[in-house]
């Protein structure tokens, strides 16, 4: 068995193998900041383009809204997803509820968007209107004769994306405070 293993070792590409020991020697203070700083950057960046790709998105949804409130001002009951509630309700409170999901988004998106560090108190706000939002669709979406589910993002559409900007805030900030705890692990190197 082991003359086996022996030639198996032999046999391997040399190229694909991984390296079985670690660079002995210890990375003096400058090395340890410069990489610390590094990655300081590399996270700041990439959160602020996390922050502004889900802003964005938010962004959308909520100028979707806007049209959507548009269509129910000039015409009212013409889009299907408003249409299924005309004997349940009245148009005003269709626009309500639209802006109070715009307003939903706008609260997360500058909560993703401010520095500060209050910023998630306005993810939170967001979070609680689209809660508000959405106890207000799904009341009236089950007094319907018949369930519809192609109107299922009526309801869950704004908590969807304030629950999303409070998973990626959380994940950012978690990351940042790795980065952080990184920079306390760093040593004092004495060349001897």
């Given amino acids: 068995m082991k003359k086996l293993a022996r030639k198996l070792r032999k046999s391997q590409n040399d190229d694909l193998s991984l390296p079985t020991r670690d660079d002995p020697a210890p ?40 049209h959507s409130i548009h269509q129910q001002v000039s015409s009212p009951w013409e889009l299907r ?3 299924y509630f005309m ?13 109070l999901a715009v307003v939903a988004c706008s609260l997360a998106i500058k909560g993703l968007l ?13 979070f609680l209107t689209g809660i508000i939002v959405a106890v207000f669709w799904l009341y009236y979406m089950l007094r319907l004769a018949r369930f519809r589910w192609d109107v299922i993002w009526l309801p869950f559409g704004p908590i969807s994306g304030t ?30």
């Fill in 81 to 83: 997803f408003h249409a």
């Fill in 87 to 99: 004997e349940e309700m009245d148009s005003w409170m269709i626009i309500s509820a639209d802006w």
């Fill in 27 to 66: 990375m003096d203070t400058q090395e340890q900041e410069e990489l610390v700083r590094s990655f300081e950057k590399s996270q700041a960046q990439q959160s602020r383009m996390w922050r502004a790709l889900f802003a964005s998105l938010l962004f959308c949804f909520a100028a979707f809204l806007m």
């Fill in 163 to 192: 629950g999303l900007s409070l998973y990626v805030d959380h994940l950012l900030l978690e990351s940042s405070e790795e980065i952080r705890k990184l920079r306390g692990y760093m040593y004092a190197y004495k060349a001897s």
């Fill in 114 to 126: 401010h520095n500060s560090k209050h910023h998630r108190r306005w993810i939170w706000f967001s």
